[in-house]
């Protein structure tokens, strides 16, 4: 084998498949402590009332807790920069009021699951009502109900940026404006939430296995909590079946289970499951965009004015807060486009909704859907192609790094030729509609900054802050390699890339290295696996861990050589002297069995180390994609079905070509789900509709086109290998394409959708508008 | 999301079936396939102090060609229909309900008995079976009884059969090979409950015509007979289906008047052609 067979850029199976192909993984619903109780929870049934009771039977009340009982807790609470920004911390347990429906109000411990629901219908709480407010539009009433007293209304975060439009928008010829919603989901990891918490005497430590992926952000919160020492408390991910930022966030039920752990000195294990999980458990969106861009004859756009609300729940979750959704896409609007004129105004309002967590690109999805159909909607008005409008307003390659409107710097790329790619592989693939069925493609394009950069997260304040990222390395003395680094790897597929990475470096075949991750017990401190960053930030630190333990074998040979280090290269594996060639295994067994052939002042701190990375002037590499959609809709009943799929995208380097593939893929099916399928609705009463999957619909292989995918590699200029994150991307362009498409195939029709997930309903309904508008025509010209 | 403790019995004979059901006293449910009452006692919307699983009952799984009807057993699951082992006395027709039903990995254990006594407004079974004129047999501990599958539908979730009877089979007059059908199912996705079902049958040697409708939004299967005339008469257009939806069911929004006005039309049409 040589580097390029295994090292970056090789598309080597990944190492973590065969374990979880054969059902040999470990998640936490498979570890089992003796003595271990099962906790269920008594959540609230109504959206907004007030505690007056809990009726607990005597004979169980050693085993029902409730606010009173976790009184010592201390509040861990988010904090924000954002000037004004109202922020309230959700307590662990509701004390006298609730706030959402599945808010916590009591935890029962049981020898099973079962049983200890079977307690939780024992427990007889008293609520008594309070208005409910249940949407945006209920927050943003004047004479409606606030959600705390002490506020004059229901507005959390209001934010804003003007680069001066007055004088664009004087001179334009041409103004679009459209209203877009983006409907709040689920996010649906395959693995729920879960979690097991017991107190170690020897360790003198709380263990918390925990299905999350931060697990050093959650040993901070914890710790805060409980007011325990950062090294009393050792928190584990083990395989975790996927995160999509629902488990980058503290849980309720982290808190809970971690005290009552050590409360009653018993192991205690919380599993959600599917109906917790889309009731009661945090999700995602719900934004509305007021997009009006102003263009000229040709439909290049020269200023955006925009207007974002966001709806901001109830609580807002450590460490994100409320704001990261309109904070976000407010700074990302103007998409992969040279746009010269930007002004806009978020407002963020709480409602009575469980917590929002960020998902899976975050607010990208939203922003890229709310500028891409307003590109669609400015080549309607000026009789464009939307493909050709688009080519026509792209960042130029010539540009780059190009300084957008909002401040970033977009590093590197192509973004037309990116775009051109996709356009030629949609009219390689052309498609035939069943009789009575309307076709129609459409295109979306973002740019998305990975590996989010420290002055972003300092900016807003937020107690999460990225920055160092490291790894240690530690080589045996057979010359197998052992890696630990503080991210967590729940599909990411990091110990195939990670071990790449060492490979590249060092050499040794990716089987001789082992990835250790998701433990605080073993590695370097990490903010953890998010914001596409582990690829950029610990990929770069393991690189540079290899390259200090190169440096320290090479020493060891040139020893062994008799030659300066200088003279020893390290290439595909093995140490190369002026006159003699040695296995890495050779120098690091003579370091640890053979010390006597060494003198002894060298390598006395060893074949362990620790390196780091932080990218210089803290750029992050720029992520970008073209996606198209070809659908066919029937317009009688409204169903929308998906014929073709295209993606190109450019990460830079990929190190693992195969499984960028399958990160764009998975990704484009989650988005796929926000475009036509995924929502969480509520009724006036803030009561979840949307409680089991008979409900709440997923994409499935039946829903999916074969996704085809091109690549181009752009390297960023910033980091190492020239690799960009690409973990998110898939999923953030198709609810703008999908939609792009449904209007392109609505055409001859008049009508077209402003709103995601594109459901029947919504597609007639744009229809019978469009229906209603000709009919009023009609008259009026009568 | 766990049921609470209960009682577990799984008989063998629908005698020994009943005789549970009777010492139940109302607190004892039927298990067929389980994939719907199962997650119900789950979520606990469902309560049971006593399950009798009929899944032992061997008579209740039998596929019998009975001269002028094909009987099946109430726990003859939809994947068996799917595969075609009910034999083709409706030109495809019941293949094809089975095998739209959810997904593959519930067709192989829920059953058309189940699907029936269960009472969904949204499934799919109740929709072809009164489309196909079939009838059940009951068992009780005073005997048994037929019933029309359209008596035998009394509401949502709510049929004809009393808390110590078990439905056992279901009977569909065979149609000659005349005759036409059409099946049209309007959902977000595949294998998603049906927002709009409609089912049209014309076998003109029988003389079986009917037009049958479903979905949760209307309140469970209902024949439209100011259609079936139409159907073996004369032409149909939308004004007129949207005319006996609206006579037949109520008003409805505009969607679900529409969506069923087009599933209705589809289904008279491919019948017609």
Same mark, same amino acid.
């Given at each position: ?92 347990? =509701? %004390? ?13 411990? $049981? ?5 200890? &629901? ?150 205690? +294990? ?9 009731? =009661?458990?945090?999700?995602?969106? &719900? ?121 970033? &710097? ?18 390689? $693939? ?27 997260? %300092? ?24 890696? +630990? ?83 020893? +290269? ?65 317009? &009688? ?63 499935? $292989? ?9 690549? %181009? ?45 594109? %459901? ?23 | ?135 059940? @047999? ?131 049409? @491919?019948?017609?052609?």
């Amino acid at each position: 084998m040589t580097i390029k067979e295994t090292g970056v850029g090789a598309s080597i199976l990944r190492r973590e498949d065969a374990r979880f192909l054969e059902g040999r993984g470990r998640f936490i619903g498979d570890i089992e402590i003796p003595g271990m109780s099962d906790v269920a929870f008594l959540r609230s049934p109504l959206a907004h009332a007030r505690i007056a009771s809990i009726d607990t039977p005597d004979d169980v009340a050693d085993r029902v807790f409730t606010a009173a009982d976790l009184s010592d807790v201390k509040l861990v609470a988010p904090a924000s920069k954002v000037p004004r920004h109202r922020i309230v911390a959700a307590p662990p347990i =509701a %004390s006298d009021r609730t706030r959402y429906v599945g808010e916590i109000v009591a935890a029962c411990i $049981a020898p099973t699951r079962a049983e200890a &629901e079977d307690l939780v219908e024992m427990l007889a709480p008293d609520f008594e009502m309070l208005p409910v407010i249940a949407s945006m539009d209920d927050a943003l009433s004047e004479d409606g109900p606030r959600l705390y007293d002490d506020w004059d209304s229901n507005v959390s975060m209001e934010t804003g940026f003007d680069s001066g439009i007055d004088e664009i928008i004087a001179k334009a010829p041409v103004k679009v404006t459209r209203v877009l919603d983006m409907a709040r989901q689920a996010m649906v990891p395959l693995e729920g939430k879960g979690v097991l918490a017991y107190w170690s005497e020897r360790d003198d430590q709380l263990v918390v296995y925990s299905s999350t992926q931060s697990p050093h952000q959650i040993r901070t919160a914890l710790c805060q909590a409980l007011e325990l020492q950062q090294r009393q408390i050792r928190v584990i991910a083990p395989d975790v079946g996927g995160g999509f930022g629902y488990k980058a966030i503290l849980h309720s039920e982290e808190v809970i289970v971690a005290a009552l752990a050590l409360k009653t000195g018993r192991p205690l +294990r919380w599993l959600e499951d599917r109906f917790e999980h889309l009731t =009661a458990g945090a999700n995602a969106r &719900e934004h509305r965009y007021e997009m009006t861009a102003y263009a000229d004859q040709r439909g290049r756009v020269l200023a955006i004015d925009a207007k974002l609300t966001t709806d901001g729940v109830a609580y807002s979750v450590w460490p994100h807060t409320n704001g990261f959704d309109a904070i976000q896409a407010s700074g990302i609007l103007t998409g992969p486009y040279d746009i010269g004129g930007y002004r806009v105004r978020t407002q963020t309002v709480v409602t009575n909704k469980p917590p929002l967590s960020p998902y899976r690109a975050v607010a990208r999805p939203g922003a890229c859907f709310a500028i891409e159909c307003t590109m669609d909607a400015v080549a309607r008005a000026v009789g464009r192609d939307p493909a050709e409008v688009r080519l026509d307003n792209l960042v130029k390659p010539e540009a780059m790094p190009y300084k957008a409107i909002t401040g970033k &710097e977009y590093d590197s790329g192509d973004y037309p030729a990116c775009l051109r790619r996709a356009m030629e592989m949609v009219a390689d $693939a052309p498609q035939t509609p069943a009789p009575g069925r309307l076709l129609g493609t459409g295109y979306a394009v973002y740019t998305e900054h990975t590996a989010v950069s420290t002055s972003t997260i %300092s900016h807003i304040g937020i107690p999460m802050m990225p920055g160092f990222e490291q790894a240690a390395a530690l080589m045996q003395p057979d010359g197998s390699l052992e890696l +630990r680094v503080g991210v967590q790897s729940h599909g990411q597929g990091m110990e195939t890339t990670m071990a790449q990475i060492a490979s590249q470096v060092l050499g040794i075949e990716p089987e001789r290295v082992i990835l250790r991750h998701g433990d605080t017990g073993l590695s370097p401190f990490s903010t953890g696996t998010y914001a596409s960053r582990a690829v950029v930030m610990t990929g770069g630190a393991v690189a540079a861990a290899c390259d200090k333990i190169a440096v320290k074998l090479r020493e060891i040979a040139a020893h062994l050589m008799q030659c300066e280090t200088a003279n020893v +290269r390290l290439e595909e594996g093995l140490l190369k002297g002026p006159s003699a060639t040695m296995m890495i295994a050779e120098a690091a067994e003579t370091w640890h069995f053979r010390p006597y052939e060494l003198p002894e002042d060298v390598l006395r701190d060893g074949l362990e180390v620790t390196g780091g990375y932080r990218p210089d002037g803290d750029k992050g590499p720029f992520a970008y994609a073209a996606h198209a959609a070809t659908v066919s809709v029937d317009p &009688e009943l409204g169903t929308v079905e998906l014929l073709d799929y295209v993606a190109v995208d450019d990460c830079g380097t990929r190190v693992n070509p195969m499984i960028v593939d399958g990160q764009v893929l998975g990704g484009v099916v989650q988005g796929i789900g926000t475009g036509l399928f995924e929502e969480s609705p509520f009724d006036d009463q803030g009561q979840p509709l949307a409680t089991t999957f008979a409900d709440y619909s997923l994409p499935t $292989a039946a829903e999916t086109p074969m996704i085809r995918l091109d690549h %181009s590699e752009t390297l960023s200029p910033y980091t190492r290998f020239g690799v960009k994150g690409v973990g998110e991307g898939g999923a953030i362009a198709p609810p703008a394409a999908v939609v792009n498409a449904i209007n392109d195939a609505l055409r001859p029709l008049g009508a077209e959708l402003c709103a995601v997930p594109a %459901s029947p309903k919504r597609v007639l309904g744009a229809i019978f508008d469009a229906q209603d508008r000709a009919k009023a025509d009609l008259e009026t010209t009568k | 999301m766990k049921a609470p403790a209960l009682e577990f019995h799984r008989p063998d004979t629908v005698q020994a079936a009943l005789a549970i059901l009777a010492e139940g006293d109302g607190a004892a449910r039927v298990l067929a396939g389980g994939q719907s009452l199962v997650p119900m006692l789950n979520l606990r919307v469902a309560f049971a102090e006593t399950l009798v699983d009929i899944g032992a009952i061997q008579e209740l799984a039998a596929i019998e060609d009975a001269g002028n009807h094909v009987r099946l057993g109430a726990s003859v699951s939809h994947a068996r229909i799917e595969d075609g082992q009910t034999g083709d006395y409706f030109g495809g027709m019941l293949g094809h309900v089975a095998g739209n039903i959810a997904y593959r990995a519930i067709r192989n254990r829920g059953t058309i008995g189940g699907s029936l006594a269960h009472a969904d407004p949204a499934a799919d079974w109740p929709v072809a079976m009164i489309a196909l004129g079939a009838n059940v @047999e009951i068992a009780g501990s005073n005997g048994s009884r037929k019933l029309p599958v359209d008596e035998f539908m009394v509401d949502v979730f709510t049929t004809a059969l009393q808390e110590d009877e078990i439905l056992t089979a279901i009977c569909i007059p065979k149609a000659s090979p005349k005759l036409r059908w059409s099946f049209q199912k309007m959902r977000k996705k595949a294998g998603a409950f049906g927002e709009a079902i409609a089912a049209a049958v014309h076998d003109p040697e029988s003389g079986l015509c009917r037009v049958v409708a479903g979905s949760s939004a209307i309140g469970g299967p209902q024949r439209f007979t100011l259609l079936e005339t139409a159907l073996q008469d004369g032409d149909v257009d939308d004004d007129a289906i949207r005319d006996a939806v609206t006579r037949t069911i109520g008003s409805l929004g505009r969607y679900e008047t529409q969506i069923h006005t087009v599933c209705l039309r589809r289904a008279i049409e @491919e019948v017609r052609t």
